[in-house]
């Protein structure tokens, strides 16, 4: 079932971060790489344009699919909270062990440019999830009544709870 729908290994990479002064933010924040990144913004008539920009001023950000996208943790004793800030994308079968610290760079990079001040890593992350090149979900019935159900994107905490009911559904 993989093997048919492509399925690979996505490996992103994220780095919390210090917020720079006491700076506040309260929204999630997307950017434009996030127009390059999501299919309900990737197939808009702009997001073409904005794909030639990157490609002409920072074609490095699309070589690592990078989403540069943040939110704040909550703050402790009147401090503001960490800024989680990321991510990258790398694909295959199985990946390294190791972080690319070049990617790391990467967002620390465009992360303070955005914000306008220098940023001081606190912690890294990293995720691996299911990813195929053909659909966000994978379902299938391999015996009568059986369903093998994965999200194959990186939307699943935004989508699990509707994949659940719909599936489900399906079987009753």
């Not at 390059?36 to 073409?48: C, D, M, N, Q, V």
């Not at 790398?90 to 306008?116: K, M, S």
Request: net charge negative; charged share 25%.
């Amino acid at each position: 079932m993989a093997e048919k729908a492509g399925v690979r290994r996505c490996r992103l990479q994220m780095l919390e971060v210090a917020p720079p002064g006491d700076v506040e933010i309260e929204p999630a924040v997307l950017t434009g790489l996030s127009m390059l990144r999501y299919g309900g913004f990737a197939e808009t008539t702009a997001a073409a344009g904005v794909r030639r920009q990157f490609e002409e001023a920072h074609p490095e950000l699309l070589d690592v699919v990078m989403n540069l996208m943040l939110t704040q943790r909550p703050g402790t004793g009147g401090r503001p909270g960490s800024i989680v800030l990321g991510d990258t994308h790398h694909y295959d079968r199985t990946h390294l062990p190791f972080d690319d610290e070049y990617v790391a760079e990467l967002v620390l990079r465009e992360g303070a440019r955005l914000l306008g001040a220098p940023l001081t890593v606190r912690r890294r992350w990293r995720g691996v999830y299911a990813d195929s090149p053909h659909t966000d979900f994978l379902v299938d019935e391999p015996f009568p009544g059986l369903r093998v159900v994965s999200v194959t994107s990186g939307i699943g905490m935004t989508t699990a709870l509707g994949l659940a009911p719909t599936v489900l559904d399906q079987l009753l």
